[in-house]
């Protein structure tokens, strides 16, 4: 037996001599001899139907299964100890990544030849010389399995070759079924084309599991036996060879584990001696050890450290998830084809958008705070994508990262705020129809809580409540109720959790009405609020985050590229809405004026890029958000504490400030562009009243307030009918002589002289506001409607001596039933209808009673 295998190499090109491969027709007897039998747990002779139709068919199903095989790329295998290198999108170098950083690794040249012999001897004593499958192995373990079933007091022997363990452990399939077994020894028969025996073995030393926390050899021998792996004895070379079969069973970590464990080795030594992998004198030496084991459960655990950078680090992840998603890998595997196998790795990173990150996260002016709740300092987080969905930059925490492996960018789920209602309730609601942004509701007092009815739910920021409210200016505003009311009684809680699964937020479980504010048990990541986000700069386009586009390995050779993964989610003429609502935000709302980027010229002419977004808050003020985009990048930055205490007033805006710091310095130079060149078509335009979000009239611009008259768009569809005017605003006659207990005028009687009467416009509200409990407050526009119902106190038939003083009172309506009324007021019959309005006779046979309004 050659025992210098590991150093052969076979030959690119095998000639037909060398290279005595099985017939396609053998491989698949062979392969559904075993798998039938593990399978169905009998005995059956697939001869007799080899040649026939049936046995025709029976092949042909098996070799559709084994060409189906999702297989394990042995190229990538292939080259191992060289580092990786990850590169920006403009083709530097920004990080080289060592084998030695990721995990306990030994090379073959390294590893004890005593040791190599040992697994050999036990797990696949055939090794050097089958093709990743042992013909013999598997007719032994058959005719064993059928004495097993018949009765015999036998040990079972399995038929997987090293090659097919490693596999195995690559993949982590070991479910027993036909189809698995097929694809993993078809998927061994390909691995041996193109890895050397050497190479698969240290893949396959450096993988195995060892029991426990511990994969690989040298974290083996360091955790049993608390040596290198290249200090191991023979005899501790066996026992650690015999613990994979069964590492519960055989791993020594008590007494009856090592008595199983040191009969087992005697085992593999004696198979040693019976293969001539050992001498007799070695045997009987080894026999002779008395194993010292010095179990250390700590040894297999890895401290994740990363000198890298956040990008980095992000970039090595997504490569990794992708590697074990499509080729199947275990997340080990993963790492060690990204470290070990000179990959050239391609970012998205744009360096001069990660350098206005890495400057403002090191900058202390953000980040120096001392806050009563907490001895922590305060952290925040940010990523940068552009329109299609690149992410071009990130940074996970305050300072420099100094070996954290914990991203807040991308890993930290906090609640998300009212940062939460454009891509939940307000873009859904304008796309499905269901709203406008002249959509108006009441923003009064609300009680939503189902279990605790007499509690206020929810409530506006402000504390208040203002009335009449559009969409638009709940935005821009962001105002709780009136988003909570929209999601509630127009867009429906499914059907925004629909839309935001679509956005790459799948929380649709949490079908509750705190959602309106961000309330979800379980948070947002920046990452997950910027893709969202992406939408509103790239025209209703969601595309999932990308951190690199292409792999090449140590050749040159393309081996991944990645295409963007895009979703239309939004109409274009959603966006186009959304995108102007969102740039009152910045301009007149709360994120005014951090939201907005300038930057002067070399002219010194200020140039302004457009932008939008909206803020968050949560409960508390625990967390800060913004999420705000121009035509080029979008941007999320969030701002809080690691332990989630409440902000100090002092750092309040840092989340927009850290937003507006790196976004002016990204956008430097760049020219300013509207965010749609044009309009896009099914876009109309309407005057509307902003209290009633129908066709405004004359009198809605004579409101009190002010003008109450906007130039809104909407879908084609949705916009209010010419016909459909404004029915809030009413005119009425007003005395200015009597007021409310809000100093509104009362409404003018038939009594009122005329220099007390005005023409006032005031407000009607569609559904009359009525307070749950007395000391509810009205909101704050009711002081603008009219006093229905209430009319002048002050005059009266009883009116005699003018002027008017405020000291007059009469009811609202007379109950006096002779009319005979003073002359000379408006709308009064003339005096000489009734002689003289001073003499007695014109108001004798009245009775006045005792009521208490008279004049005296």
């Given at each position: 037996?050659?025992?210098?295998?590991g150093?052969?190499?076979?030959?690119d090109?095998a000639?037909?001599?060398?290279?005595?491969?099985p017939?396609?027709?053998l491989?698949?007897?062979?392969?559904?001899?075993?798998?039938?039998?593990?399978?169905?747990?009998?005995?059956?002779?697939?001869?007799?139907?080899?040649?026939?139709?049936?046995?025709?068919?029976?092949?042909?199903?098996?070799?559709?299964?084994?060409?189906?095989?999702p297989?394990v790329?042995?190229?990538?295998f292939?080259?191992?100890?060289?580092?990786?290198y990850?590169?920006?999108?403009?083709?530097?170098?920004?990080?080289?990544?060592?084998?030695?950083?990721?995990?306990?690794?030994?090379?073959?040249?390294?590893?004890?030849?005593?040791?190599?012999?040992a697994?050999?001897?036990?797990e696949?004593?055939?090794?050097?010389?089958?093709k990743?499958?042992?013909?013999?192995?598997?007719g032994?373990?058959?005719i064993?399995?059928?004495?097993?079933?018949?009765?015999?007091?036998?040990?079972?022997?399995?038929?997987?070759t090293?090659?097919q363990?490693?596999?195995?452990?690559?993949?982590?399939?070991?479910?027993?079924?036909?189809?698995?077994?097929?694809?993993?020894?078809?998927?061994?028969?390909?691995?041996?084309?193109?890895?050397?025996k050497e190479?698969?073995?240290?893949?396959y030393?450096?993988?195995?599991?060892?029991?426990?926390?511990?994969?690989?050899?040298?974290?083996?021998?360091?955790?049993y036996?608390?040596?290198d792996?290249?200090?191991?004895?023979?005899?501790?070379?066996?026992?650690?060879?015999?613990?994979?079969?069964?590492?519960?069973?055989?791993?020594?970590?008590?007494?009856?584990?090592?008595?199983?464990?040191?009969?087992?080795?005697?085992?593999?030594?004696?198979?040693?001696?019976?293969?001539g992998?050992?001498?007799?004198?070695?045997?009987?030496?080894?026999?002779?050890?008395?194993?010292?084991f010095?179990?250390?459960?700590e040894?297999?655990?890895?401290?994740?450290?990363?000198?890298?950078?956040?990008?980095?680090?992000?970039?090595?992840?997504?490569?990794?998830?992708?590697?074990?998603?499509t080729g199947?890998y275990?997340?080990?595997?993963a790492?060690?084809?990204?470290?070990?196998n000179?990959?050239?790795?391609?970012?998205?990173?744009?360096?001069k958008?990660?350098?206005?990150?890495?400057?403002?996260?090191?900058?202390?002016?953000?980040?120096?705070?001392d806050?009563?709740?907490?001895?922590?300092?305060?952290?925040?987080?940010?990523?940068?994508?552009?329109?299609?969905?690149?992410?071009?930059?990130?940074?996970?925490g305050?300072?420099?990262?100094?070996?954290?492996?914990?991203?807040?960018?991308?890993?930290?789920?906090?609640?998300?705020?009212?940062?939460?209602?454009?891509?939940?309730?307000?873009?859904?609601?304008?796309?499905?129809?269901?709203?406008?942004?002249?959509?108006?509701?009441?923003?009064?007092?609300?009680?939503?809580?189902?279990?605790?009815?007499?509690?206020?739910?929810p409530?506006?920021?402000?504390?208040?409540?203002?009335?009449?409210?559009?969409?638009?200016?709940?935005?821009f505003?962001?105002?709780?109720?009136?988003?909570?009311?929209?999601l509630?009684?127009y867009?429906?809680?499914?059907t925004?959790?629909?839309y935001?699964y679509k956005l790459?937020?799948?929380?649709?479980?949490?079908?509750?009405?705190?959602?309106?504010?961000?309330?979800?048990?379980?948070?947002?990541?920046?990452?997950?609020?910027?893709?969202?986000?992406?939408?509103?700069?790239?025209?209703?386009?969601?595309?999932?985050?990308?951190?690199?586009?292409?792999?090449?390995?140590?050749?040159?050779?393309?081996?991944?590229?990645?295409?963007?993964?895009?979703?239309?989610?939004?109409?274009?003429?959603?966006?186009?809405?959304?995108?102007d609502?969102?740039?009152?935000?910045?301009t007149?709302?709360?994120?005014?004026?951090?939201?907005?980027?300038?930057?002067?010229?070399?002219?010194?002419?200020?140039?302004?890029?457009?932008?939008?977004?909206?803020?968050?808050?949560?409960?508390?003020?625990?967390?800060?958000?913004?999420?705000?985009f121009?035509?080029?990048?979008?941007?999320?930055?969030?701002?809080?504490?690691?332990?989630?205490?409440?902000?100090?007033?002092?750092e309040?805006?840092?989340?927009?400030?850290?937003?507006?710091?790196?976004?002016?310095?990204?956008?430097?130079?760049?020219?300013?562009i509207?965010?749609?060149?044009?309009m896009?078509?099914n876009?109309?335009?309407r005057?509307?009243?902003?209290?009633?979000?129908?066709?405004?009239?004359?009198?809605?611009?004579?409101?009190?307030?002010?003008?109450?008259?906007?130039?809104?768009?909407?879908?084609?569809g949705?916009?209010?009918?010419?016909?459909?005017?404004?029915?809030?605003?009413?005119?009425?006659?007003?005395?200015?002589?009597?007021?409310?207990?809000?100093?509104r005028y009362?409404?003018?009687?038939?009594?009122?002289?005329a220099?007390?009467?005005?023409?006032k416009?005031?407000?009607?509200?569609?559904?009359?506001?009525?307070p749950?409990?007395?000391?509810?407050?009205?909101?704050?526009?009711?002081?603008?409607?009219?006093?229905?119902?209430?009319?002048c106190?002050?005059?009266?038939?009883g009116f005699?001596?003018?002027p008017?003083?405020?000291?007059?009172y009469?009811?609202?309506?007379?109950t006096?039933?002779?009319?005979?009324?003073?002359?000379?007021?408006p709308?009064y019959?003339p005096?000489?209808?009734?002689?003289?309005?001073?003499?007695?006779e014109?108001?004798?046979?009245?009775?006045?009673?005792?009521?208490?309004?008279?004049?005296?």
């Amino acid at each position: 037996m050659n025992k210098n295998f590991g150093s052969r190499r076979k030959p690119d090109v095998a000639t037909a001599a060398s290279k005595k491969e099985p017939s396609i027709g053998l491989i698949i007897l062979a392969l559904f001899m075993k798998a039938f039998l593990i399978s169905l747990g009998i005995v059956f002779s697939v001869l007799m139907v080899v040649g026939s139709a049936a046995g025709g068919m029976l092949a042909g199903g098996i070799y559709g299964i084994i060409k189906t095989t999702p297989m394990v790329d042995a190229e990538l295998f292939k080259t191992m100890g060289f580092n990786s290198y990850v590169y920006d999108a403009e083709g530097n170098v920004i990080a080289e990544l060592k084998r030695e950083e990721n995990r306990v690794w030994i090379n073959y040249e390294e590893i004890p030849k005593m040791l190599i012999d040992a697994f050999i001897a036990v797990e696949d004593k055939r090794f050097e010389e089958h093709k990743g499958i042992d013909f013999r192995r598997i007719g032994s373990a058959v005719i064993t399995y059928g004495k097993k079933l018949l009765g015999a007091d036998v040990e079972m022997e399995g038929g997987s070759t090293i090659t097919q363990q490693l596999i195995k452990n690559l993949t982590k399939r070991d479910d027993v079924t036909v189809p698995r077994k097929l694809q993993e020894q078809w998927q061994a028969l390909q691995l041996e084309k193109v890895l050397t025996k050497e190479e698969i073995l240290t893949y396959y030393l450096n993988n195995i599991p060892m029991g426990g926390n511990f994969y690989g050899i040298e974290t083996a021998a360091k955790g049993y036996f608390g040596k290198d792996v290249r200090e191991l004895s023979l005899a501790e070379c066996a026992s650690l060879a015999g613990i994979t079969n069964w590492p519960t069973k055989y791993m020594p970590i008590n007494e009856t584990n090592i008595e199983a464990n040191l009969a087992r080795t005697k085992t593999i030594l004696g198979l040693m001696l019976e293969q001539g992998k050992i001498t007799q004198s070695e045997y009987e030496e080894a026999i002779n050890e008395k194993i010292v084991f010095k179990y250390n459960p700590e040894a297999g655990k890895v401290m994740k450290t990363s000198n890298q950078s956040y990008f980095v680090d992000e970039v090595i992840k997504s490569l990794k998830n992708y590697l074990m998603q499509t080729g199947g890998y275990t997340e080990q595997a993963a790492l060690d084809i990204i470290y070990n196998n000179g990959l050239h790795i391609y970012s998205t990173m744009d360096p001069k958008v990660q350098r206005a990150l890495d400057e403002v996260f090191t900058d202390p002016k953000y980040f120096s705070f001392d806050n009563k709740y907490t001895d922590e300092k305060p952290q925040a987080a940010m990523v940068v994508l552009d329109k299609d969905g690149f992410v071009r930059g990130v940074y996970g925490g305050r300072g420099a990262k100094q070996g954290s492996v914990f991203n807040r960018a991308t890993q930290a789920e906090r609640p998300p705020g009212s940062a939460i209602k454009p891509i939940l309730i307000y873009a859904p609601g304008i796309d499905n129809r269901s709203i406008t942004a002249a959509t108006v509701v009441d923003d009064v007092k609300q009680y939503l809580l189902h279990d605790k009815p007499d509690q206020e739910w929810p409530k506006n920021v402000e504390r208040a409540n203002f009335g009449l409210t559009t969409a638009r200016i709940g935005v821009f505003k962001s105002r709780n109720v009136v988003a909570t009311l929209l999601l509630k009684d127009y867009v429906g809680i499914p059907t925004a959790l629909d839309y935001l699964y679509k956005l790459g937020i799948d929380r649709r479980e949490e079908q509750y009405l705190s959602i309106a504010m961000g309330g979800f048990n379980k948070g947002m990541t920046p990452l997950e609020m910027a893709a969202a986000y992406t939408t509103f700069a790239n025209k209703g386009i969601y595309t999932k985050p990308m951190f690199f586009t292409e792999v090449k390995d140590n050749n040159g050779k393309t081996i991944i590229s990645i295409k963007p993964e895009r979703t239309q989610v939004f109409s274009e003429q959603t966006v186009f809405i959304m995108d102007d609502i969102l740039e009152d935000v910045v301009t007149k709302g709360t994120a005014y004026p951090e939201g907005i980027i300038e930057y002067k010229n070399a002219d010194g002419k200020k140039i302004v890029i457009p932008s939008a977004g909206k803020t968050g808050t949560t409960d508390s003020d625990k967390d800060k958000w913004f999420c705000g985009f121009t035509p080029y990048y979008v941007g999320v930055s969030w701002y809080g504490y690691d332990k989630a205490v409440q902000i100090q007033p002092e750092e309040k805006d840092n989340a927009l400030l850290i937003w507006n710091a790196v976004m002016n310095k990204i956008h430097e130079g760049l020219p300013s562009i509207p965010f749609f060149d044009t309009m896009p078509p099914n876009i109309v335009k309407r005057t509307i009243c902003i209290d009633s979000g129908k066709i405004a009239t004359d009198l809605c611009k004579r409101d009190p307030r002010g003008g109450r008259v906007i130039e809104e768009i909407f879908i084609e569809g949705t916009q209010p009918a010419y016909s459909d005017t404004c029915k809030v605003h009413v005119e009425y006659d007003a005395c200015t002589a009597s007021h409310d207990a809000q100093n509104r005028y009362l409404l003018a009687t038939e009594y009122c002289p005329a220099e007390t009467v005005v023409k006032k416009v005031g407000i009607k509200r569609p559904v009359e506001y009525k307070p749950k409990f007395p000391n509810d407050p009205y909101p704050a526009d009711s002081i603008y409607e009219i006093p229905e119902g209430e009319y002048c106190t002050v005059h009266g038939p009883g009116f005699l001596i003018p002027p008017i003083t405020e000291e007059y009172y009469r009811p609202p309506q007379s109950t006096i039933e002779d009319e005979r009324l003073p002359p000379g007021l408006p709308g009064y019959p003339p005096a000489e209808d009734i002689g003289d309005p001073y003499s007695e006779e014109n108001w004798e046979g009245i009775d006045w009673g005792n009521d208490p309004n008279r004049w005296d």
